[in-house]
């Protein structure tokens, strides 16, 4: 038998999904836990992608997670400060605030969320006193055969929220979910499976942020499933601004019905190694799907941003904008698949990926594919990658700005109209402060 | 009758012109491939000990690597055991000159429309002819090497200057390179080989003509050209084949070097047969092409116009090694039917102020796949690279695709790179506004499809230019409406 990619991993991972079986008392009969045994085989079979995998090129993080993270190590429990806690927040976010620390939902610094329409609970409730509707959701739009890190996702799940918004209902503030880490003095990995589906007519706004605290290492592996009903409006952010050791990866698959609206804006600012896979599925005629997607980097931080838009039915659009900026030694990774099946006339679909380059270690690896297999549409795709404009520096300079300065502005322009997509304030004020803060250095 | 009406009454009745064979005798290896038959075409062609090496050592890579899975196209596996290696027109002596040439070889490609008699021709393009495996002939030689450019088959190269070739061979593209390019080192037959001297500029064309004829063979020529220093050198390949049921391979590898200050421009029509319209047969064309600006300001440009083969699979590739050198590719890729294309290019920046330009045009019509790969990779030592890449796909009915894979890699910030892809149909507008001033559709979509190749086809030599737009209405014959 081939030595399958990450073994090491999987051979560490035997004993703790033993332990997690254990903790479950009872409930390793239930629906759910067959999705999780099942993945948990497949894992076993597939392995983790091998260096040379296509999707992972330029993105090693199987050796990488081979080498610094110990997966043996059990679940425990947070030790922060309330200060702490409070310093990750957005300030000035109004929204529905829920707390996870090292991924386990905390009651007791989440609100209390009662709006009509909108029912939150915990991956883990449903999974006790639903298990059989929660089976029905559970693993449908994340396959886990084509993807090791959904399949070990669906096999640790227990944490995380199942969101439902009924029909027709405009949920009056935005959702934010905080995922906080601790590493103070232990490594950790924590998984988090997000079940979200969007009734028919229905608007809602799910933000995730997800932060470390402490000075070791940590993994985080999330997936989401989010369904967008027919003429519904979802918006989701992501906002990732970890710790420099810390390894994350995330999955969101999203499917689209008919008339539907879904708009992702995924910023990522810090972190060791960090992967966003965006998959979204148009389903159905007349969907719209936008993709915001911003990187500013230093360090070593590395960066990769797969998005793939599946155009299945006619007169559907899709937007796509992604911009970086690589300071130091950090790499930035984008790849952006547009396809469009022979089904999809009368699509439009744009994608654009800008980057800069400010320093010679710093690198950027993009790939903007288009697979076409309908006639009538309207497709295109661009890319560059460069640095500052050099007269444009000049001309401020001659105003009398210092260089430093200059190029902030600069820089500040180039990822202003990504910010301004982000349409929440409070987010935008939050985003172009760290940044702000990073540029003048 | 206008132009454009004619071009395409012409090309209504025939599907494709040259899928005629001739039956001209021809010297045959057995099928199969093993380090006997690599010796076997090693002695046939009576080579030195050093190249048989070289082959032997080629042969040897190739069987332990696999054939490459990630191209965008599908084929039946090719069995490399039921295939002829070696495969040349029987001649009784080497002629020494082309009134010794066997006439009916002389027939065949006066019947494709190259003539090989000097006196005859008006234009100055020296070719060397190419019949399956063999160089039958070259022309213009004296006069080329007057000015010390040679010009000849490659195996006539092996035996008049072995220092120079084996100098350069395989520098650009190494044995191991790939399956296909390991694959011809072990078993290619010929080719041409072309090497200009220091500040010499080439006045005319030089050209290669490849014909496959004989049935169950593949094809294997090497072509490689030498420019030294501030020379310049055009280059044309053209290629045929004869219309077959089974599918032939065609593995050719293409070496260009330029010294500093030198220029290269090498075009090609590639018009093997693709198979008829249910997409049978067909040529495999899995070609390695890659050419080294190895001096400073020296200049490579790669032209081509795809309509044959069934399945393509071709790269020609730029290092851009020397400061202040420049690459070009310019492509258009016509599929038809249920022909396959995964072609484009890489562009290497290692100097300083390296420029690179890519224009890619894809149509694909039909049942057909047409796919554009390429690499923009710009080295950290690379200050202030330039790309600009542009790659545009026409699709022509609903059942067809087109796909784009660019792949940009840069590690230096001055670099400046620029990719930009858009894929569309022809306008109904557009069509109207034709329609409207009294040119039917037909002749309307024959239009539109050469203004947008325009940009491709005006970087190709005059003869050349016209060729191709004649092939580019004939892919497309068929395929409108």
Known sequence: MTKLAGQSILDSLAGRFEAFEKSLNGQSKSAVHQVRKEAFASLNQTGFPAAKHEEYKFTNLTKALEKNIDFGANEREASLSSDEIESVKIAGLEAYTLVFLNGHFSTELSDDVSEAGLSIETFNSVAKENADELAAQFGQLASTEDNPFIALNTAFSQNGVVINVEHNSVISKPIALYFIGETKKDQLFYNVRNIVSVGEMAQVTILEKFDTIGGEKAFSNVVNEISVAAAANAKYFKLEDDADNTYHISNVKVTQAKDSTFTANTIALNGAMVRNNLDIRLEDQGCEANMNGLYVLGGKTHVDNHTVVDHLMPNSNSNELYKGIMDDKSKGVFNGKIFVRQDAQKTNAFQSNKNILMTNDATVNTKPQLEIWADDVKCSHGCTTGQLDQDALFYLQARGIKKEKARAILLHAFASDVIENLEIEAIQEHVEKIITERLEK | ?481
């Open chain 2, 1 to 481: 009758m206008s132009n454009d009406d004619q071009i395409l009454e012409e090309f209504t009745s025939k599907e494709y012109e040259f899928g005629w064979t001739v039956d001209l005798e021809a010297d045959e290896a057995p099928k199969g491939l093993n380090e006997d038959i690599v010796r076997f075409i090693s002695a046939k062609k009576e080579e030195p000990e050093w190249l048989l090496e070289w082959r032997l050592d080629a042969f040897r890579a190739w069987q332990k690597m696999v054939e490459p899975q990630w191209p965008n196209v599908t084929y039946p596996e090719i069995d490399y055991q039921d295939l002829i290696y070696y495969s040349a027109p029987k001649q009784s002596a080497k002629p020494k000159s082309l009134d010794e040439v066997d006439p009916e070889l002389l027939a065949t490609f006066e019947k494709l429309g190259i003539s090989l008699t000097e006196q005859k021709r008006l234009t100055g393009v020296a070719v060397d002819a190419v019949i399956d495996s063999v160089s039958v002939a070259t022309t213009f030689k004296d006069t080329l090497a007057e000015l010390g450019i040679i010009f000849c088959s490659f195996s006539e190269a092996v035996k008049e200057h072995p220092e120079l070739v084996r100098k350069h061979m395989g520098s650009v593209v190494p044995v191991q390179d790939n399956y296909f390019a390991a694959l011809n080192s072990a078993v290619f037959s010929d080719g041409s080989f072309c090497y200009i001297p220091k500040g010499v500029r080439c006045p005319m064309e030089l050209s290669t003509y490849f014909r496959i004829n004989a049935a169950n063979t593949g094809q294997f020529e090497r072509t490689l050209i030498v420019a030294d220093e501030g020379s310049y050198v055009s280059y044309l390949e053209g290629c045929t084949a004869p219309q077959r049921d089974e599918n032939q391979l065609h593995a050719a590898v293409v070496e260009i070097k330029a010294a500093k200050d030198a220029e290269v421009k090498y075009s090609t029509v590639q018009n093997w047969y693709p198979g008829d319209k249910d997409g049978k047969g067909g040529i495999y064309n899995f070609v390695t092409k890659r050419g080294i600006c190895e001096g400073d300001n020296s200049k490579i440009s790669w032209t081509q116009v795809e309509t044959g083969s069934s399945v393509t699979w071709k790269y020609p590739s730029c290092i851009l090694k020397g400061d202040n050198s420049q690459g070009e590719f310019y492509s258009v890729a016509v599929t038809n039917n249920y022909q396959q294309a995964d072609t484009g290019t890489k562009m290497i920046h290692i100097g300083k102020n390296t420029k690179s330009r890519i224009v890619s045009k894809g149509i694909s019509a039909g049942h057909s796949q047409n796919s554009y790969r390429g690499q923009v990779q710009v080295m950290k030592r690379a200050e202030n690279a330039r790309n600009f890449s542009q790659c545009d796909s026409l699709l022509m009915g609903s059942l067809c695709g087109a796909h784009t894979f660019p792949y940009i890699d840069i590690e230096n910030q001055s670099a400046q790179v620029e990719h930009e892809a858009t894929t569309s149909k022809i306008g109904e507008d557009q069509i109207f506004y034709c329609q409207q001033r009294g040119i039917d559709e037909e002749s309307a979509v024959a239009l539109i499809v050469n203004g947008y190749a325009k940009e491709v086809l005006n970087q190709l030599p005059m003869e050349f230019a016209v060729e191709a737009q004649k092939l580019l209405a004939l892919t497309l014959e068929g395929s409108v409406g």
